[in-house]
Protein backbone atom coordinates (compact mmCIF):
# COMPACT_ATOMS: atom_id res chain seq x y z
CA UNK A 1 0.00 0.00 0.00
CA UNK A 2 2.80 2.30 1.06
CA UNK A 3 4.78 1.25 -2.37
CA UNK A 4 1.17 2.41 -4.08
CA UNK A 5 0.89 5.63 -2.70
CA UNK A 6 4.58 6.48 -3.39
CA UNK A 7 4.42 7.09 -7.21
CA UNK A 8 0.72 8.84 -6.67
CA UNK A 9 2.61 11.77 -4.46
CA UNK A 10 6.04 11.41 -6.57
CA UNK A 11 3.67 12.37 -9.65
CA UNK A 12 1.78 15.28 -7.31
CA UNK A 13 5.30 16.38 -6.02
CA UNK A 14 6.60 16.50 -9.86
CA UNK A 15 2.93 18.10 -11.19
CA UNK A 16 3.09 20.77 -8.58
CA UNK A 17 6.87 21.57 -9.60
CA UNK A 18 5.78 22.11 -13.14
CA UNK A 19 3.06 24.65 -12.23
CA UNK A 20 5.51 26.09 -9.97
CA UNK A 21 8.52 26.65 -13.04
CA UNK A 22 5.65 27.71 -15.39
CA UNK A 23 4.34 30.32 -13.13
CA UNK A 24 7.90 31.26 -12.63
CA UNK A 25 8.34 31.55 -15.52
CA UNK A 26 5.10 33.39 -16.84
CA UNK A 27 5.92 35.95 -13.83
CA UNK A 28 9.52 36.37 -15.54
CA UNK A 29 8.25 36.77 -19.09
CA UNK A 30 6.40 40.15 -17.85
CA UNK A 31 8.37 41.13 -14.64
CA UNK A 32 11.25 40.80 -12.11
CA UNK A 33 10.17 40.36 -8.27
CA UNK A 34 12.89 41.55 -6.13
CA UNK A 35 12.31 40.89 -2.28
CA UNK A 36 13.91 43.05 0.36
CA UNK A 37 13.12 43.40 3.90
CA UNK A 38 9.88 41.58 2.90
CA UNK A 39 8.99 44.39 0.59
CA UNK A 40 8.60 43.49 -3.32
CA UNK A 41 9.24 45.44 -5.96
CA UNK A 42 8.24 44.88 -9.44
CA UNK A 43 10.08 45.74 -12.43
CA UNK A 44 8.12 45.94 -15.77
CA UNK A 45 9.89 44.46 -18.57
CA UNK A 46 6.89 45.91 -21.00
CA UNK A 47 7.22 49.36 -22.88
CA UNK A 48 4.97 50.74 -20.62
CA UNK A 49 2.01 53.44 -21.26
CA UNK A 50 0.99 55.44 -24.13
CA UNK A 51 -2.12 57.20 -23.77
CA UNK A 52 -3.65 59.58 -26.34
CA UNK A 53 -5.62 62.60 -26.52
CA UNK A 54 -7.21 63.88 -29.65
CA UNK A 55 -10.00 66.46 -30.53
CA UNK A 56 -13.01 64.92 -31.91
CA UNK A 57 -13.22 64.99 -36.04
CA UNK A 58 -14.55 67.75 -37.32
CA UNK A 59 -17.29 68.31 -39.58
CA UNK A 60 -16.46 69.13 -43.32
CA UNK A 61 -19.06 70.79 -45.86
CA UNK A 62 -22.23 68.77 -47.15
CA UNK A 63 -20.64 65.86 -45.18
CA UNK A 64 -17.52 65.42 -47.60
CA UNK A 65 -15.02 63.46 -45.93
CA UNK A 66 -11.26 63.90 -46.47
CA UNK A 67 -9.37 60.59 -45.39
CA UNK A 68 -7.12 63.05 -42.85
CA UNK A 69 -9.35 62.22 -39.72
CA UNK A 70 -8.68 61.92 -36.35
CA UNK A 71 -10.58 58.65 -36.43
CA UNK A 72 -8.81 57.15 -39.27
CA UNK A 73 -5.40 57.81 -37.40
CA UNK A 74 -5.90 56.91 -34.21
CA UNK A 75 -6.79 53.00 -34.77
CA UNK A 76 -3.28 53.44 -36.82
CA UNK A 77 -1.33 54.86 -34.07
CA UNK A 78 -2.57 51.92 -31.92
CA UNK A 79 -1.80 49.08 -34.03
CA UNK A 80 1.78 50.47 -34.56
CA UNK A 81 2.43 51.02 -30.84
CA UNK A 82 0.83 46.99 -30.26
CA UNK A 83 3.38 46.13 -34.01
CA UNK A 84 6.52 47.60 -31.62
CA UNK A 85 6.17 45.82 -28.18
CA UNK A 86 3.38 47.82 -26.65
CA UNK A 87 0.30 45.82 -24.70
CA UNK A 88 -3.23 46.93 -26.15
CA UNK A 89 -4.24 47.50 -22.73
CA UNK A 90 -1.55 50.16 -21.73
CA UNK A 91 -2.72 51.92 -24.83
CA UNK A 92 -5.76 54.36 -23.74
CA UNK A 93 -7.67 56.62 -25.95
CA UNK A 94 -9.54 59.87 -25.46
CA UNK A 95 -11.26 62.34 -27.59
CA UNK A 96 -12.60 65.83 -26.86
CA UNK A 97 -15.05 68.14 -28.38
CA UNK A 98 -12.97 71.56 -26.75
CA UNK A 99 -10.30 72.39 -25.28
CA UNK A 100 -11.87 72.86 -21.79
CA UNK A 101 -12.80 69.34 -21.83
CA UNK A 102 -9.47 68.03 -23.05
CA UNK A 103 -7.31 70.01 -20.85
CA UNK A 104 -9.31 68.47 -18.17
CA UNK A 105 -9.07 64.71 -19.25
CA UNK A 106 -5.07 65.42 -19.40
CA UNK A 107 -5.15 66.92 -15.65
CA UNK A 108 -6.86 64.24 -14.92
CA UNK A 109 -4.92 62.02 -16.18
CA UNK A 110 -1.76 62.82 -15.28
CA UNK A 111 -2.90 63.86 -11.45
CA UNK A 112 -4.77 60.42 -10.88
CA UNK A 113 -1.56 58.55 -12.42
CA UNK A 114 0.82 60.32 -9.74
CA UNK A 115 -1.21 60.14 -6.60
CA UNK A 116 -0.97 56.80 -7.41
CA UNK A 117 3.04 56.64 -7.85
CA UNK A 118 2.41 55.00 -11.05
CA UNK A 119 -0.30 53.58 -13.12
CA UNK A 120 -1.20 49.75 -12.98
CA UNK A 121 -1.67 47.61 -15.90
CA UNK A 122 -4.41 44.79 -16.16
CA UNK A 123 -1.54 42.60 -15.58
CA UNK A 124 -1.23 44.24 -11.77
CA UNK A 125 2.52 45.39 -13.38
CA UNK A 126 3.14 49.31 -11.50
CA UNK A 127 4.33 51.50 -14.94
CA UNK A 128 6.28 54.48 -13.68
CA UNK A 129 5.80 57.86 -14.98
CA UNK A 130 9.10 57.28 -16.90
CA UNK A 131 7.67 54.66 -18.79
CA UNK A 132 4.99 56.71 -19.66
CA UNK A 133 4.23 59.14 -22.99
CA UNK A 134 1.08 61.24 -23.23
CA UNK A 135 0.32 61.89 -26.92
CA UNK A 136 -1.30 64.89 -27.27
CA UNK A 137 -3.39 66.45 -30.39
CA UNK A 138 -4.44 70.04 -28.59
CA UNK A 139 -8.09 71.13 -29.85
CA UNK A 140 -7.77 74.39 -31.99
CA UNK A 141 -10.64 75.83 -33.26
CA UNK A 142 -10.53 76.35 -37.11
CA UNK A 143 -12.76 78.03 -39.26
CA UNK A 144 -14.96 75.81 -42.23
CA UNK A 145 -12.55 76.92 -44.87
CA UNK A 146 -9.60 75.41 -43.05
CA UNK A 147 -11.36 72.05 -41.53
CA UNK A 148 -11.46 71.20 -45.56
CA UNK A 149 -8.08 70.23 -45.45
CA UNK A 150 -8.85 67.46 -43.13
CA UNK A 151 -8.35 67.11 -39.42
CA UNK A 152 -4.78 67.07 -38.42
CA UNK A 153 -3.21 70.26 -40.72
CA UNK A 154 -0.80 71.79 -37.87
CA UNK A 155 -1.74 75.01 -36.30
CA UNK A 156 -0.15 76.61 -32.80
CA UNK A 157 -2.35 77.68 -29.65
CA UNK A 158 -1.67 80.87 -28.74
CA UNK A 159 -1.01 81.47 -24.88
CA UNK A 160 -2.19 85.41 -25.61
CA UNK A 161 -5.46 85.79 -23.65
CA UNK A 162 -5.54 88.48 -26.69
CA UNK A 163 -4.64 86.22 -29.53
CA UNK A 164 -7.04 82.95 -28.08
CA UNK A 165 -9.97 81.85 -30.50
CA UNK A 166 -13.34 81.93 -28.63
CA UNK A 167 -14.59 78.43 -28.76
CA UNK A 168 -18.64 78.57 -29.47
CA UNK A 169 -18.59 82.25 -29.69
CA UNK A 170 -19.93 81.55 -33.08
CA UNK A 171 -22.91 79.62 -31.85
CA UNK A 172 -23.37 82.34 -29.06
CA UNK A 173 -23.35 85.14 -32.02
CA UNK A 174 -26.12 83.56 -33.53
CA UNK A 175 -27.94 83.50 -30.78
CA UNK A 176 -27.44 87.05 -29.51
CA UNK A 177 -28.08 88.09 -33.22
CA UNK A 178 -31.29 86.25 -33.25
CA UNK A 179 -32.60 88.10 -30.25
CA UNK A 180 -31.30 91.11 -31.21
CA UNK A 181 -33.39 90.71 -34.34
CA UNK A 182 -36.93 89.91 -32.43
CA UNK A 183 -36.00 93.31 -30.22
CA UNK A 184 -38.41 96.78 -30.97
CA UNK A 185 -34.90 97.81 -32.66
CA UNK A 186 -34.51 100.76 -30.24
CA UNK A 187 -31.41 101.96 -29.38
CA UNK A 188 -31.46 100.99 -25.58
CA UNK A 189 -32.10 97.41 -26.56
CA UNK A 190 -29.56 97.64 -28.76
CA UNK A 191 -27.26 98.88 -26.53
CA UNK A 192 -28.37 95.80 -24.12
CA UNK A 193 -27.98 93.26 -27.12
CA UNK A 194 -24.43 94.93 -27.95
CA UNK A 195 -23.67 94.63 -23.59
CA UNK A 196 -24.27 90.72 -23.94
CA UNK A 197 -22.45 90.33 -27.22
CA UNK A 198 -19.47 91.73 -25.01
CA UNK A 199 -20.50 89.78 -21.84
CA UNK A 200 -20.44 86.38 -23.52
CA UNK A 201 -17.36 87.25 -25.70
CA UNK A 202 -15.52 87.91 -22.72
CA UNK A 203 -16.76 84.46 -20.96
CA UNK A 204 -15.82 82.44 -23.86
CA UNK A 205 -12.38 84.00 -23.60
CA UNK A 206 -11.70 83.83 -20.17
CA UNK A 207 -13.07 79.97 -20.50
CA UNK A 208 -10.42 79.28 -23.70
CA UNK A 209 -7.89 81.35 -21.34
CA UNK A 210 -8.25 78.87 -18.06
CA UNK A 211 -8.54 75.68 -20.37
CA UNK A 212 -5.10 76.94 -22.43
CA UNK A 213 -3.98 77.62 -18.34
CA UNK A 214 -4.45 74.03 -17.40
CA UNK A 215 -3.34 72.45 -20.42
CA UNK A 216 -0.22 73.58 -20.37
CA UNK A 217 0.38 73.23 -16.66
CA UNK A 218 -0.92 69.39 -16.94
CA UNK A 219 1.61 68.89 -19.37
CA UNK A 220 4.67 70.36 -17.85
CA UNK A 221 3.68 68.43 -14.34
CA UNK A 222 3.45 65.56 -16.46
CA UNK A 223 7.07 65.81 -17.63
CA UNK A 224 8.67 66.88 -14.12
CA UNK A 225 7.15 63.83 -13.09
CA UNK A 226 8.85 62.01 -15.26
CA UNK A 227 6.52 61.16 -18.38
CA UNK A 228 6.97 62.15 -21.88
CA UNK A 229 4.97 64.34 -24.09
CA UNK A 230 4.68 64.42 -27.67
CA UNK A 231 2.34 67.16 -29.73
CA UNK A 232 0.61 65.89 -32.63
CA UNK A 233 0.22 68.04 -35.30
CA UNK A 234 -0.86 71.32 -33.21
CA UNK A 235 1.92 73.08 -31.29
CA UNK A 236 1.97 75.47 -28.19
CA UNK A 237 2.79 78.74 -27.93
CA UNK A 238 5.93 78.86 -25.63
CA UNK A 239 5.87 75.15 -24.81
CA UNK A 240 8.81 72.39 -25.57
CA UNK A 241 7.55 68.67 -25.72
CA UNK A 242 9.97 65.80 -25.64
CA UNK A 243 8.90 65.57 -29.54
CA UNK A 244 6.34 66.91 -32.01
CA UNK A 245 4.94 64.94 -35.17
CA UNK A 246 4.45 67.90 -37.49
CA UNK A 247 1.98 67.36 -39.81
CA UNK A 248 0.72 69.04 -43.19
CA UNK A 249 0.45 72.79 -42.88
CA UNK A 250 -0.71 75.86 -45.20
CA UNK A 251 2.47 76.56 -47.22
CA UNK A 252 3.53 72.20 -47.95
CA UNK A 253 0.03 72.07 -49.59
CA UNK A 254 0.38 74.70 -51.84
CA UNK A 255 4.07 74.06 -52.26
CA UNK A 256 3.26 70.04 -52.99
CA UNK A 257 0.69 71.39 -55.96
CA UNK A 258 2.87 73.50 -57.49
CA UNK A 259 5.54 71.44 -57.45
CA UNK A 260 3.46 68.48 -59.08
CA UNK A 261 1.98 71.01 -61.67
CA UNK A 262 5.42 72.21 -62.87
CA UNK A 263 6.61 68.17 -63.36
CA UNK A 264 3.44 67.50 -65.00
CA UNK A 265 3.23 70.67 -67.55
CA UNK A 266 6.94 70.23 -67.62
CA UNK A 267 7.08 74.36 -66.81
CA UNK A 268 11.11 74.57 -67.11
CA UNK A 269 10.90 73.51 -70.87
CA UNK A 270 8.25 75.74 -71.62
CA UNK A 271 8.58 79.48 -73.19
CA UNK A 272 7.29 82.78 -74.14
CA UNK A 273 5.82 81.95 -77.42
CA UNK A 274 4.25 79.05 -75.81
CA UNK A 275 3.30 79.92 -72.23
CA UNK A 276 0.91 77.34 -69.82
CA UNK A 277 -2.17 79.36 -68.46
CA UNK A 278 -2.84 78.29 -64.87
CA UNK A 279 -5.25 79.86 -62.13
CA UNK A 280 -5.27 79.59 -58.71
CA UNK A 281 -8.35 79.53 -56.10
CA UNK A 282 -7.45 80.38 -52.56
CA UNK A 283 -10.32 79.68 -50.39
CA UNK A 284 -11.16 81.62 -47.25
CA UNK A 285 -12.94 82.47 -44.35
CA UNK A 286 -12.67 86.57 -44.18
CA UNK A 287 -15.27 86.98 -41.71
CA UNK A 288 -17.59 84.82 -39.19
CA UNK A 289 -21.52 84.60 -38.64
CA UNK A 290 -21.51 87.94 -36.54
CA UNK A 291 -18.86 89.70 -38.70
CA UNK A 292 -15.61 89.39 -37.13
CA UNK A 293 -12.70 89.75 -38.88
CA UNK A 294 -11.36 86.19 -39.74
CA UNK A 295 -7.69 84.42 -39.34
CA UNK A 296 -6.44 84.92 -43.04
CA UNK A 297 -3.07 82.99 -42.24
CA UNK A 298 -3.55 79.72 -43.50
CA UNK A 299 -4.31 81.71 -47.38
CA UNK A 300 -1.89 83.83 -46.50
CA UNK A 301 1.12 80.95 -45.87
CA UNK A 302 -0.38 78.45 -48.41
CA UNK A 303 -0.20 81.42 -51.23
CA UNK A 304 3.14 82.05 -50.00
CA UNK A 305 4.17 78.14 -50.60
CA UNK A 306 2.89 78.28 -54.08
CA UNK A 307 4.80 81.39 -55.47
CA UNK A 308 7.67 80.04 -53.88
CA UNK A 309 7.36 77.23 -56.65
CA UNK A 310 4.85 79.34 -59.56
CA UNK A 311 6.43 83.14 -58.59
CA UNK A 312 9.72 82.07 -61.10
CA UNK A 313 7.76 81.26 -64.18
CA UNK A 314 5.12 84.04 -64.02
CA UNK A 315 7.87 86.69 -63.44
CA UNK A 316 9.74 84.64 -66.84
CA UNK A 317 6.63 85.13 -68.66
CA UNK A 318 6.28 81.49 -69.32
CA UNK A 319 3.10 80.91 -66.95
CA UNK A 320 0.19 83.11 -67.43
CA UNK A 321 -3.24 83.76 -65.52
CA UNK A 322 -6.10 83.21 -67.55
CA UNK A 323 -8.03 85.75 -65.63
CA UNK A 324 -4.84 88.08 -65.35
CA UNK A 325 -5.10 87.81 -61.72
CA UNK A 326 -0.97 86.78 -61.26
CA UNK A 327 1.42 88.60 -63.34
CA UNK A 328 5.20 89.36 -63.29
CA UNK A 329 5.17 91.61 -60.67
CA UNK A 330 2.98 89.68 -58.14
CA UNK A 331 4.72 89.12 -55.11
CA UNK A 332 4.42 85.98 -52.30
CA UNK A 333 2.50 88.89 -50.18
CA UNK A 334 -0.19 89.48 -52.85
CA UNK A 335 -2.68 86.60 -51.35
CA UNK A 336 -5.43 88.59 -51.74
CA UNK A 337 -5.57 88.76 -55.46
CA UNK A 338 -6.38 84.75 -55.71
CA UNK A 339 -8.68 84.78 -52.07
CA UNK A 340 -12.18 84.77 -52.58
CA UNK A 341 -14.93 84.28 -49.58
CA UNK A 342 -15.33 80.03 -49.78
CA UNK A 343 -17.77 80.26 -46.93
CA UNK A 344 -20.84 79.55 -48.64
CA UNK A 345 -21.28 76.62 -50.96
CA UNK A 346 -21.16 76.77 -54.95
CA UNK A 347 -18.71 80.28 -54.55
CA UNK A 348 -15.56 78.12 -55.44
CA UNK A 349 -17.46 77.59 -59.18
CA UNK A 350 -18.93 80.99 -59.28
CA UNK A 351 -15.67 82.31 -58.74
CA UNK A 352 -14.03 80.31 -61.33
CA UNK A 353 -16.89 80.96 -63.69
CA UNK A 354 -16.30 84.66 -63.14
CA UNK A 355 -12.49 84.42 -64.16
CA UNK A 356 -12.78 81.94 -66.78
CA UNK A 357 -15.20 84.36 -68.76
CA UNK A 358 -15.16 84.57 -72.93
CA UNK A 359 -16.48 87.69 -74.79
CA UNK A 360 -19.82 87.42 -76.02
CA UNK A 361 -19.96 85.41 -79.00
CA UNK A 362 -16.56 83.57 -78.53
CA UNK A 363 -16.87 79.78 -79.90
CA UNK A 364 -14.56 78.19 -77.44
CA UNK A 365 -13.57 78.48 -73.37
CA UNK A 366 -10.33 80.49 -72.36
CA UNK A 367 -7.44 78.22 -72.72
CA UNK A 368 -6.34 77.09 -69.64
CA UNK A 369 -3.58 74.26 -68.29
CA UNK A 370 -4.23 73.74 -64.73
CA UNK A 371 -6.28 74.73 -61.43
CA UNK A 372 -4.95 75.30 -58.05
CA UNK A 373 -8.02 74.35 -56.37
CA UNK A 374 -5.63 73.58 -52.84
CA UNK A 375 -8.23 71.56 -51.30
CA UNK A 376 -10.86 68.48 -52.45
CA UNK A 377 -13.81 70.41 -51.83
CA UNK A 378 -13.29 73.21 -54.15
CA UNK A 379 -11.82 70.85 -56.78
CA UNK A 380 -15.09 68.92 -56.99
CA UNK A 381 -16.89 72.21 -57.86
CA UNK A 382 -14.22 73.08 -60.42
CA UNK A 383 -14.49 69.80 -61.72
CA UNK A 384 -18.53 70.73 -62.36
CA UNK A 385 -18.06 73.96 -63.42
CA UNK A 386 -15.68 72.99 -65.80
CA UNK A 387 -17.70 70.57 -67.35
CA UNK A 388 -20.44 73.51 -67.46
CA UNK A 389 -18.02 75.79 -69.22
CA UNK A 390 -17.66 73.07 -72.21
CA UNK A 391 -14.51 71.75 -71.49
CA UNK A 392 -13.61 68.10 -72.24
CA UNK A 393 -11.84 65.47 -72.03
CA UNK A 394 -9.63 64.29 -68.92
CA UNK A 395 -6.03 64.89 -67.10
CA UNK A 396 -5.24 61.56 -68.88
CA UNK A 397 -5.70 63.36 -72.55
CA UNK A 398 -2.41 66.08 -71.43
CA UNK A 399 -0.48 62.26 -71.75
CA UNK A 400 -1.47 60.29 -74.69
CA UNK A 401 0.32 57.56 -73.49
CA UNK A 402 -1.75 57.13 -70.92
CA UNK A 403 -5.86 56.07 -71.29
CA UNK A 404 -8.68 56.05 -69.13
CA UNK A 405 -9.26 51.95 -69.80
CA UNK A 406 -5.24 51.79 -68.87
CA UNK A 407 -5.54 53.92 -65.87
CA UNK A 408 -8.53 51.51 -64.41
CA UNK A 409 -6.82 48.24 -65.46
CA UNK A 410 -3.68 49.27 -63.48
CA UNK A 411 -5.43 50.14 -60.38
CA UNK A 412 -7.01 46.46 -60.34
CA UNK A 413 -3.98 45.54 -60.68
CA UNK A 414 -4.44 44.17 -64.97
CA UNK A 415 -1.65 45.88 -65.95
CA UNK A 416 1.24 48.52 -64.99
CA UNK A 417 1.32 51.93 -66.96
CA UNK A 418 3.91 52.68 -69.26
CA UNK A 419 4.33 56.67 -69.00
CA UNK A 420 6.41 58.76 -72.26
CA UNK A 421 6.61 62.30 -71.79
CA UNK A 422 4.89 64.01 -74.52
CA UNK A 423 7.03 67.03 -76.01
CA UNK A 424 5.78 69.98 -76.55
CA UNK A 425 5.70 72.96 -79.16
CA UNK A 426 8.18 75.83 -78.18
CA UNK A 427 5.80 78.07 -79.90
CA UNK A 428 1.87 77.77 -79.76
CA UNK A 429 -0.04 76.92 -83.02
CA UNK A 430 -1.03 80.54 -83.56
CA UNK A 431 2.52 81.67 -82.74
CA UNK A 432 4.04 79.17 -85.64
CA UNK A 433 3.69 80.49 -89.23
CA UNK A 434 4.19 76.95 -90.43
CA UNK A 435 0.72 75.84 -88.69
CA UNK A 436 -1.43 76.38 -91.57
CA UNK A 437 -3.09 73.59 -94.13
CA UNK A 438 -1.70 74.63 -97.32
CA UNK A 439 1.41 76.75 -96.72
CA UNK A 440 -0.89 79.96 -98.14
CA UNK A 441 -1.42 80.91 -94.48
CA UNK A 442 -4.88 80.60 -94.66
CA UNK A 443 -4.95 79.08 -90.84
CA UNK A 444 -7.71 76.72 -90.95
CA UNK A 445 -5.87 73.70 -89.31
CA UNK A 446 -4.60 75.83 -86.96
CA UNK A 447 -7.91 77.63 -86.02
CA UNK A 448 -9.29 74.02 -85.51
CA UNK A 449 -6.68 73.47 -83.61
CA UNK A 450 -6.54 76.74 -81.21
CA UNK A 451 -10.04 75.68 -80.39
CA UNK A 452 -9.14 71.98 -79.39
CA UNK A 453 -6.43 73.32 -77.36
CA UNK A 454 -8.67 75.50 -76.02
CA UNK A 455 -11.57 73.21 -74.98
CA UNK A 456 -8.96 71.07 -73.38
CA UNK A 457 -9.72 69.67 -70.31
CA UNK A 458 -6.82 71.52 -67.54
CA UNK A 459 -5.21 69.66 -64.48
CA UNK A 460 -7.16 69.91 -61.26
CA UNK A 461 -5.25 69.53 -57.99
CA UNK A 462 -6.63 69.34 -54.57
CA UNK A 463 -6.02 68.00 -51.13
CA UNK A 464 -7.31 66.20 -48.85
CA UNK A 465 -8.35 62.42 -50.26
CA UNK A 466 -12.22 62.92 -49.78
CA UNK A 467 -13.56 59.68 -50.60
CA UNK A 468 -15.98 61.24 -52.31
CA UNK A 469 -13.38 62.29 -54.67
CA UNK A 470 -12.05 59.63 -55.79
CA UNK A 471 -13.74 58.49 -58.44
CA UNK A 472 -12.95 62.11 -60.31
CA UNK A 473 -9.38 61.43 -59.73
CA UNK A 474 -9.71 57.76 -61.19
CA UNK A 475 -11.53 58.89 -64.77
CA UNK A 476 -8.82 61.73 -64.15
CA UNK A 477 -11.46 65.03 -64.09
CA UNK A 478 -9.32 66.13 -61.44
CA UNK A 479 -5.95 65.02 -61.82
CA UNK A 480 -4.56 64.96 -58.41
CA UNK A 481 -4.71 65.01 -54.55
CA UNK A 482 -3.18 64.87 -51.17
CA UNK A 483 -2.80 63.49 -47.88
CA UNK A 484 -0.55 62.63 -45.07
CA UNK A 485 1.47 59.02 -45.01
CA UNK A 486 -1.02 58.24 -41.66
CA UNK A 487 0.71 54.89 -41.78
CA UNK A 488 4.64 56.26 -41.82
CA UNK A 489 3.03 58.88 -39.11
CA UNK A 490 2.03 56.13 -36.76
CA UNK A 491 5.28 53.68 -37.04
CA UNK A 492 7.15 56.88 -36.25
CA UNK A 493 5.38 57.78 -33.34
CA UNK A 494 5.58 54.38 -32.05
CA UNK A 495 9.11 53.97 -32.43
CA UNK A 496 9.68 57.71 -30.41
CA UNK A 497 7.35 56.39 -27.75
CA UNK A 498 9.26 53.39 -27.39
CA UNK A 499 13.02 55.30 -27.51
CA UNK A 500 11.13 57.76 -24.98
CA UNK A 501 10.04 55.12 -22.51
CA UNK A 502 13.17 53.47 -22.53
CA UNK A 503 15.06 56.54 -21.98
CA UNK A 504 16.99 56.83 -25.54
CA UNK A 505 17.40 59.77 -27.68
CA UNK A 506 15.28 60.55 -30.84
CA UNK A 507 17.51 62.64 -33.10
CA UNK A 508 18.40 58.64 -34.41
CA UNK A 509 15.51 58.06 -35.95
CA UNK A 510 15.37 59.08 -39.36
CA UNK A 511 12.23 60.66 -39.57
CA UNK A 512 13.48 63.22 -36.59
CA UNK A 513 15.51 66.21 -36.81
CA UNK A 514 15.12 69.33 -34.66
CA UNK A 515 13.07 72.42 -35.61
CA UNK A 516 11.58 75.57 -33.97
CA UNK A 517 7.91 74.53 -32.14
CA UNK A 518 6.27 76.79 -30.32
CA UNK A 519 8.69 79.50 -30.82
CA UNK A 520 11.05 76.58 -29.14
CA UNK A 521 14.19 76.15 -30.56
CA UNK A 522 15.77 72.11 -31.01
CA UNK A 523 12.77 70.39 -30.41
CA UNK A 524 12.75 66.52 -32.14
CA UNK A 525 10.37 67.07 -34.87
CA UNK A 526 9.29 63.94 -36.94
CA UNK A 527 8.30 64.73 -39.99
CA UNK A 528 6.94 62.55 -43.15
CA UNK A 529 6.54 63.83 -46.56
CA UNK A 530 2.58 64.36 -48.64
CA UNK A 531 1.93 61.72 -50.14
CA UNK A 532 0.49 62.91 -53.95
CA UNK A 533 -1.98 60.86 -55.31
CA UNK A 534 -3.22 60.16 -59.17
CA UNK A 535 -4.74 57.57 -61.22
CA UNK A 536 -1.19 56.52 -61.89
CA UNK A 537 0.06 55.88 -58.58
CA UNK A 538 -3.69 55.45 -56.93
CA UNK A 539 -3.12 51.69 -56.17
CA UNK A 540 0.05 51.91 -54.60
CA UNK A 541 -0.61 54.68 -51.98
CA UNK A 542 -4.72 54.30 -51.28
CA UNK A 543 -5.65 50.64 -52.05
CA UNK A 544 -2.67 48.79 -50.74
CA UNK A 545 -1.94 50.39 -47.72
CA UNK A 546 -5.53 49.59 -47.08
CA UNK A 547 -6.38 53.86 -46.94
CA UNK A 548 -9.64 53.22 -49.53
CA UNK A 549 -11.12 49.87 -51.07
CA UNK A 550 -11.73 49.56 -54.89
CA UNK A 551 -15.45 49.86 -53.97
CA UNK A 552 -14.14 53.53 -52.67
CA UNK A 553 -13.06 53.96 -56.22
CA UNK A 554 -16.12 53.52 -57.60
CA UNK A 555 -14.24 49.86 -59.41
Known sequence: MVSARRPATVLTAFAAACAMALSLTSCASDSDRN???????????????????????????????????????????????????????????TTSDSLDKQSRAIQDYVVDHLSSKGETSDSGITITPENTTLLVAPVVEADASTRQYGDYVSQELSTS????????????????????????????????????????????????????DRLVSSLKLAKESGMHVVLLGNSIEGYKPDAFAKFSDAQSIGRLQAEKIVAKLQLTKASKDNPKYIEVLLPYTPADAKGTAGDSTFAREAFRGIWQVLGAYYQKGVVKSPSGTLDAKTTEND?????????????????????????????????????????????SEVVTELDDLGYTGSAADINPQITISGIVGNITGKKDLSRQAVPD???????????????????????????????????????????????????????????????????????ACTRLNKGQELESMVSVRNTQVGGVKKVPTINEPLLAVSASNLKATLIDPGYITLADAGL
Open 335 to 379: WQLVAYDASKEGSSAKTLSTRLATDDGADSPTRIDAVLALNDYVA
Open 35 to 93: DTNGDTTITSTSLGAVALFTPSDGITLSQQTPLNKWAKLTPDITDALVDAGFRKGDVSH
Open 161 to 212: GDEVTAEGSADADESSDSSSSDSSGSSKDEASADSSDTATDTTADNAQAEAV
Open 425 to 495: PIKSPENDDANTSDGSGSGKDSTATDKAKDAQWPLVTGYGAYVSNIPSVVNGKQWMTGMENRKAFASDIAE
